[in-house]
DNA sequence: AGCGTCACCCGGACGC
DNA sequence: TGCGTCCGGGTGACGC
């Protein structure tokens, strides 16, 4: 599931050009759109969407949380990967993938694939990219997203931080994975409120977030189950998908439970929870 | 209003 | 082999 670092790494990959996943999307001109499945549109109508993006140039390609903005002579063209959607430039005759639902074909030759098994994925032209991303949260990993900031926003909510780091509009960017992570690198329970949180502890959040898609970054992100992109984070894991291993830092069995539906993996020695939560997660745990 | 929960969309993996 | 179940990002419905 791409999440900030993923889709990060899709931007880079995308906006470079390398031997790998072919040349760079900026300044092709898009000739034509097919639309395999036309579910991948979100707005307009698909009919509507090919008309707008054909005969424009990328001049541009940015990231806000999971989201691709792809900025057009005219407005936004905008994709969101969800599950398993992965973005790949490739020669006109490239062999033929059944998951290649949208496909933009360059003028100059060449085309922009978005396989995407699952078909969870959308695409988006509008005309100013806030009608899309105008209610996400702030980036992580930019100067603005400071510890304090961060401890403002824990202290006016009152929800487990699990899913209220799951919430787009909250921060954007964190996935399941890399909540799970940032969580265990702060060494604080998925079920603990937001507004019980210390300043040592906001900090440690605040730390645990960032390094956690940093080191993501730094892998490149994490391949996991058929989709591959390169990166090889999902062999950095120190809680995500790991049940029954020992936590790296106490040697205690990682325990996987469900928060928000989700599936959750914790240190249940490192990540206790506050006293007044400890007889809850006892019971939910029986 | 804010929060929790659940259903939904999909198809591949997995267990029986 | 073939069935049922699980999984998940984001959204929207619903109830408290």
Same mark, same amino acid.
Not at 14 to 19: F, H, K, T, V
Not at 203 to 225: E, K
């Given at each position: 599931?791409?999440?900030?670092?993923?889709?990060?790494?899709?931007?880079?990959?995308?906006?470079?050009?390398?031997?790998?996943?072919?040349?760079?999307?900026?300044?092709?001109?898009? &000739?034509?759109?097919?639309?395999?499945?036309?579910?991948?549109?979100?707005?307009?109508?698909?009919?509507?969407?090919?008309?707008?993006?054909?005969?424009?140039?990328?001049?541009?390609?940015?990231?806000?949380?999971?989201?691709?903005?792809?900025?057009?002579?005219?407005?936004?063209?905008?994709?969101?990967?969800?599950?398993?959607?992965?973005?790949?430039?490739?020669?006109?005759?490239?062999?033929?993938?059944?998951?290649?639902?949208?496909?933009?074909?360059?003028? &100059?030759?060449?085309?922009?694939?978005?396989?995407?098994?699952?078909?969870?994925?959308?695409?988006?032209?509008?005309?100013? &990219?806030?009608?899309?991303?105008?209610?996400?949260?702030?980036?992580?990993?930019?100067?603005?997203?400071?510890?304090?900031?961060?401890?403002?926003?824990?202290?006016?909510?009152?929800?487990?931080?699990?899913?209220?780091?799951?919430?787009?509009?909250?921060?954007?960017?964190?996935?399941?994975?890399?909540?799970?992570?940032?969580?265990?690198?702060?060494?604080?329970?998925?079920?603990?409120?937001?507004?019980?949180?210390?300043?040592?502890?906001?900090?440690?959040?605040?730390?645990?977030?960032?390094?956690?898609?940093?080191?993501?970054?730094?892998?490149?992100?994490?391949?996991?189950?058929?989709?591959?992109?390169?990166?090889?984070?999902?062999?950095?894991?120190?809680?995500?998908?790991?049940?029954?291993?020992?936590?790296?830092?106490?040697?205690?069995?990682?325990?996987?439970?469900?928060?928000?539906?989700?599936?959750?993996?914790?240190?249940?020695?490192?990540?206790?929870?506050?006293?007044?939560?400890?007889?809850?997660?006892?019971?939910?745990?029986?």
């Amino acid at each position: 599931m791409p999440e900030l670092p993923e889709v990060e790494t899709v931007v880079r990959q995308l906006r470079q050009g390398d031997g790998e996943r072919g040349a760079s999307v900026i300044g092709q001109t898009i &000739a034509r759109v097919t639309l395999r499945w036309p579910g991948h549109v979100a707005r307009p109508s698909p009919r509507e969407f090919a008309r707008r993006v054909s005969g424009q140039t990328i001049t541009g390609l940015s990231r806000r949380g999971k989201y691709l903005i792809f900025h057009l002579t005219h407005g936004f063209l905008l994709i969101h990967l969800k599950m398993s959607g992965d973005l790949v430039v490739m020669g006109d005759h490239a062999p033929r993938d059944k998951h290649a639902h949208t496909v933009f074909h360059f003028r &100059a030759g060449g085309q922009l694939r978005f396989t995407d098994t699952r078909k969870f994925g959308r695409v988006y032209w509008v005309e100013h &990219a806030q009608e899309v991303v105008g209610a996400l949260g702030p980036e992580p990993l930019e100067p603005g997203f400071t510890a304090r900031r961060l401890g403002e926003m824990l202290k006016a909510r009152h929800r487990a931080l699990k899913p209220l780091l799951l919430d787009q509009t909250f921060i954007a960017g964190l996935g399941n994975i890399y909540t799970d992570e940032a969580l265990n690198r702060a060494r604080l329970h998925p079920l603990r409120r937001s507004d019980t949180l210390g300043p040592q502890e906001v900090r440690a959040l605040w730390r645990g977030i960032r390094q956690a898609l940093q080191s993501g970054l730094r892998h490149n992100g994490a391949s996991i189950d058929w989709v591959y992109r390169g990166g090889d984070f999902q062999n950095h894991f120190r809680v995500y998908d790991r049940a029954d291993h020992p936590c790296v830092n106490c040697g205690t069995p990682i325990r996987r439970t469900v928060v928000g539906q989700r599936g959750t993996y914790y240190c249940p020695q490192c990540q206790k929870p506050a006293t007044s939560l400890a007889k809850k997660v006892k019971e939910s745990e029986l």
